[in-house]
């Protein structure tokens, strides 16, 4: 018989995509869960879908984190009720599709303070207790859009440059600490992602997307492996590579025609 473990995971979107699939690893490795998400019914849904296949103790927090004070708050509940967590899990993400010139502003900033301020925050807040408790474990979701200009998705991708460029500058100032921090490169998932987005009509729908459950095993193997950061998929991998060598004008004309609308029929 397993006993269970003592240790919490706090993940955020972890009702659905990426969040899920990693919910579900860390629930199969006998780790506890404080799940966060915006819908009350659906984080009721996956806390039971988890205790009971994995026999796991997982507390639902309902937050938005779209909201300024929403990652101040969750803190603040996760501190009252006496949990200690061991793994903080920066999952929720959102994107905006269209020219820039044309996108909505206030859904554009909304997404920074989902993708950007959010992290920043929690990160900043969690990663503070685990000093004073002399160790722990952060995986922040970044994506291989953060390695490349993103035409069409351009605050997006940018939201995710930063994310990396956070997370690799902190790993650096904590190498002489207990505590690591690693980053998630994802390519282009099969997740709800391109819908909230709204990006049914984009080129990008016609390559081969990854499976979720697929990123998210990498996602786990890395951190617990104390890697700095973990590209999924061979293919993400090529990608970034070649980036890294070819003019960021030609990455971002690449880009261009891989995300811009299909044809019309």
């Known amino acids: 018989m397993t006993l269970q473990s003592s240790q919490y995971v706090l993940i ?9 699939e990693l919910a579900k690893v860390f629930a199969a490795h006998n780790y506890n869960l404080v799940i966060v998400a915006r819908s009350a019914s659906d984080l009721a849904v996956v806390a039971r879908e988890l205790s009971q296949q994995y026999g796991i ?19 603040k509940e996760v501190l009252s009720r006496g949990i200690k967590i061991d793994i903080l899990v920066n999952n929720a993400g959102q994107g905006v599709y269209g ?22 925050v929690l990160t900043k807040l969690f990663l503070r207790d685990m000093v004073n408790n002399q160790g722990g474990k952060i995986l922040n979701v970044a994506s291989i859009a953060g390695k490349v200009p993103g035409p069409f998705q351009s605050v997006y991708h940018g939201t995710k440059a930063f994310v990396h460029s956070f997370t690799e500058a902190i790993r650096a100032e904590l190498a002489d600490t207990n505590i690591t921090i690693t980053s998630l490169l994802p390519g282009p998932t099969n997740t709800d992602f391109f819908n909230k987005a709204k990006m049914q009509d984009s080129k990008i729908l016609e390559h081969h997307l ?15 492996k104390g890697d700095d950061m973990m590209i999924s998929g061979l293919k993400n991998k090529a990608q970034v590579a070649m980036s890294n060598i070819t003019p960021d004008r030609k990455v971002a004309r690449q880009m261009l025609d891989q995300q811009e609308p299909k044809a019309a029929d």
């Open 210 to 224: 990854a499976d979720a459950a697929t990123v998210a095993a990498d996602g786990f193997n890395a951190l617990m």
């Open 99 to 120: 020219k820039f010139v044309d996108t909505d502003l206030r859904a554009e900033l909304d997404i920074i303070q989902l993708n950007v301020n959010a992290y920043v």
């Open 12 to 20: 955020t979107g972890a009702t659905s995509g990426i969040g899920h």
């Open 57 to 75: 103790e997982v507390i639902a927090i309902e937050k938005d984190l779209f909201n300024v004070q929403s990652p101040f708050e969750l803190h």
